[in-house]
């Protein structure tokens, strides 16, 4: 949080416009491959954007976020396949899947606090992962299906070549950047942090705690529902594997990397641990261990993530 | 202020068992508007029970609690709040990694949103003299200062009841002088319910005097009379 309210607005805005505009500007200058492994990047910097919300401003850990993330993949692709969605329905189907299952989580979930969460929100996502492996039939779990090529046209572009994923990817990113920060600095985003800090205080100051975390976890789902929705019709593709538990675990080590509750830890993280592995898995075979032994220097030394740190050290202000 | 007949705060048959214990038995207890009633007793007397109940941390066994003429009792702490209560932990209880500002911003946007916010923080801040430490992170302030924070907190929500739980301990004698002050001038728009321990500064704010013992009420009146009670000196003196 800033500190006097009215303080440091303009600048933390400033920061995000501007990080969003480098993004913008790179857009040209990039090669093929890295305006795809960068649009692939940015949509899962939304899911971590999601993530953030719930565990980095509210402090609750889920380890079941896979789920929502498949939620709008599948339902964006099922929507495509089977009812012929065009890309826009098939995209906010994703978003309402995400946010519906969330809130049902949520709501059954909410009920426990701490390990107990984190247990519950876990069983709920392999539920979901063996579900769409059972109904392999219908979900073509197991291998995965391709998305219509009529599904992947916005405004009559297609999405397919790398140029149109980049900027598809870097609209979407932005956009969520832009809610997440505005939410970060409304008066829910103020209350969430509440819960997180003193949630004994923050109920005796008269706020239902309950509700305000079931927001969030339905906001954070939300998020994650969209960024599934738009990997699957950027990327063209949906399967099971995005809904094992793999995926539940990327986006918390993506917003510890990168920095808990800051707006842009997310992004920073995700960028960091894809290039980590990216550029290591092309030295040696043994990259896991490079990408494992880089993880524990960056928890020992900058214990509250990139942007944490970067807050703590030289910039109070940094939202 | 509303028009409201009766008083503000009605307690009837209060009463609290964990286990095999009774922590608080029957209470009947009355609050008037404009009040600084001081609730004494010895260790143990169930008072911090009582004044759970009274704000709903706690839920009764037994019995009913009525404020401003509703009966609460059904709900929750924080409808409570919202409806013209605050509360102050015993042990201090802030948001210590938020600032200070952030802190007083977060109980006034309980009561107001985010509708002059600024304008409500800063006021509160001002009345307990914390305004120029707004920028500061609460955990890194002294003692009485978090304190101080707490009674900011209290003022930001416009309450027309403040419990105060204990808030001279640990204060130093010249920081009880200004506390004392700071809520005799609270006290001239809210009812005040306090915890305390500190004999003097009970006898130089409450209007009236509840006494607990064994989680009953043992007496109540006036300052002069509760100190001039027989029963009460016993119970302190443990006859």
């Known amino acids: 949080m800033t500190g006097r309210d009215r303080s440091g607005g303009t600048r933390a805005w400033g920061l995000t416009v501007a990080v969003l505009a480098a993004l913008?500007?790179?857009?040209?200058?990039?090669?093929?491959?890295?305006?795809?492994?960068?649009?692939?990047?940015?949509?899962?910097?939304?899911?971590?954007?999601?993530?953030?919300?719930?565990?980095?401003?509210?402090g609750l850990l889920s380890l079941g976020h896979a789920l929502f993330f498949a939620a709008g993949l599948y339902a964006a692709g099922l929507g495509a396949r089977d009812g012929g969605l065009t890309a826009v329905p098939a995209f906010l189907a994703g978003i309402l899947a995400g946010a519906g299952l969330a809130a049902g989580v949520g709501a059954l979930a909410l009920r426990t606090a701490g390990v107990a969460?984190?247990?519950?929100?876990?069983?709920?996502?392999?539920?979901?992962?063996?579900?769409?492996?059972?109904?392999?039939?219908?979900?073509?779990?197991?291998?995965?299906?391709?998305?219509?090529?009529?599904?992947?046209?916005?405004l009559g572009l297609e999405l397919a070549g790398a140029d149109m994923r980049y900027g598809t990817a870097l609209a979407l990113f932005a956009l969520a950047t832009l809610i997440a920060t505005w939410l970060a600095r409304s008066p829910l985003g103020r209350v969430m942090v509440a819960v997180r800090e003193n949630e004994a205080r923050?109920?005796?100051?008269?706020?239902?705690?309950?509700?305000?975390?079931?927001?969030?976890?339905?906001?954070?789902?939300?998020?994650?529902?969209?960024?599934?929705?738009?990997?699957?019709?950027?990327?063209?593709?949906?399967?099971?594997?995005?809904?094992?538990?793999?995926?539940?675990?990327?986006?918390?080590?993506?917003?510890?990397?990168?920095?808990?509750?800051?707006?842009?830890?997310?992004?920073?993280?995700?960028?960091?641990?894809?290039?980590?592995?990216?550029?290591?898995?092309?030295?040696?075979?043994?990259?896991?261990?490079?990408?494992?032994?880089?993880?524990?220097?960056?928890?020992?030394?900058?214990?509250?993530?990139?942007?944490?740190?970067?807050?703590?050290?030289?910039?109070?202000?940094?939202? | 202020m509303a028009a409201?007949?009766?008083?503000?705060?009605?307690?009837?048959?209060?009463?609290?068992?964990?286990?095999?214990?009774?922590?608080?038995?029957?209470?009947?207890?009355?609050?008037?508007?404009?009040?600084?009633?001081?609730?004494?007793?010895p260790n143990g007397a169930g008072k911090t029970t009582f004044v759970g109940?009274?704000?709903?941390?706690?839920?009764?066994?037994?019995?009913?609690?009525?404020?401003?003429?509703?009966?609460?009792?059904?709900?929750?702490?924080?409808?409570?709040?919202?409806?013209?209560?605050?509360?102050?932990?015993?042990?201090?209880?802030?948001?210590?990694?938020?600032?200070?500002?952030?802190?007083?911003?977060?109980?006034?946007?309980?009561?107001?949103?985010?509708?002059?916010?600024?304008?409500?923080?800063?006021?509160?801040?001002?009345?307990?003299?914390?305004?120029?430490?707004a920028g500061q992170v609460a955990g890194d302030l002294a003692y009485g200062h978090q304190r101080l924070l707490e009674l900011a907190m209290g003022i930001a929500q416009a309450p027309r009841l403040l419990i105060l739980d204990e808030p001279t301990q640990g204060l130093s004698d010249p920081e009880i002088r200004d506390f004392v002050a700071l809520i005799r001038d609270i006290a001239r728009g809210a009812t005040v319910l306090l915890i305390e321990h500190n004999m003097d500064v009970v006898m130089q704010l409450a209007t009236r005097i509840t006494v607990l013992n064994f989680g009953a009420i043992l007496a109540e009146g006036a300052p002069e009379e509760i100190r001039a009670d027989a029963r009460v000196r016993a119970a302190y003196l443990g006859g």
Do not use: C
């Open chain 1, 24 to 58: 913008a500007a790179m857009w040209p200058l990039l090669p093929d491959y890295n305006q795809i492994t960068l649009a692939r990047v940015m949509v899962f910097a939304i899911f971590a954007i999601g993530y953030n919300i719930l565990f980095g401003y509210t």
């Open chain 2, 4 to 41: 409201m007949s009766g008083p503000l705060l009605r307690a009837e048959g209060l009463t609290r068992d964990y286990g095999g214990l009774r922590a608080v038995d029957h209470v009947d207890f009355t609050l008037q508007e404009g009040e600084i009633r001081a609730l004494i007793g």
């Open chain 1, 117 to 154: 969460f984190m247990i519950v929100t876990l069983m709920f996502a392999q539920a979901g992962y063996l579900a769409l492996l059972y109904f392999n039939e219908w979900t073509r779990g197991d291998e995965g299906f391709n998305l219509p090529a009529a599904s992947r046209t916005v």
């Open chain 1, 202 to 319: 923050a109920a005796m100051l008269g706020y239902d705690t309950g509700r305000v975390k079931l927001a969030a976890v339905t906001i954070s789902g939300a998020f994650s529902g969209a960024a599934g929705a738009a990997y699957g019709l950027i990327d063209g593709y949906a399967g099971a594997t995005f809904a094992s538990v793999q995926y539940s675990i990327l986006p918390l080590l993506w917003v510890l990397v990168g920095g808990a509750g800051t707006v842009l830890g997310p992004l920073v993280g995700a960028v960091f641990m894809f290039y980590l592995i990216d550029l290591t898995s092309g030295l040696t075979d043994a990259y896991m261990l490079v990408a494992g032994a880089v993880l524990v220097l960056v928890t020992l030394f900058a214990p509250r993530g990139i942007m944490g740190e970067v807050r703590r050290r030289v910039a109070r202000w940094l939202p």
């Open chain 2, 53 to 133: 109940l009274i704000s709903g941390r706690i839920r009764p066994s037994a019995g009913r609690v009525r404020f401003m003429g509703r009966d609460v009792t059904a709900l929750p702490a924080h409808r409570r709040m919202r409806l013209g209560m605050a509360y102050t932990f015993q042990i201090t209880s802030i948001f210590a990694n938020l600032t200070v500002w952030d802190n007083v911003a977060l109980a006034a946007q309980a009561r107001r949103g985010a509708q002059g916010l600024a304008e409500a923080t800063d006021a509160a801040l001002a009345r307990v003299g914390l305004l120029d430490r």
